[in-house]
């Protein structure tokens, strides 16, 4: 299994919509089989950690926005 980051796109009860980073999923296939609950802090060990994290997080930016009505949700925080 592999994952990323990806932008999701969430509208709420109120009508408001955030767009939040939450880690993605992959089958084999390449298709997403799911993403985390909550959206996720960049965040690191050390700084070349969170460097890391970050480009990876500004790298999503680039990939199309994803629904989180669409998406199945994995169990991990």
């Given amino acids: 299994m592999s994952w990323n980051y990806r932008v999701i796109k969430r509208t709420y009860d ?18 997403i089989t799911a993403i985390t609950v909550k959206s996720i802090d960049p965040a690191g060990m050390t700084m070349d950690d969170l460097k890391e994290s970050l480009d990876l997080m500004y790298k999503a930016l680039d990939k199309p926005i994803l629904e989180y009505d669409n998406i199945e949700y994995s169990d991990w925080d």
């Fill in 14 to 31: 109120t009508g408001e919509t955030w767009y939040q980073m939450h880690e993605a999923y992959y089958n084999n296939a390449g298709e």
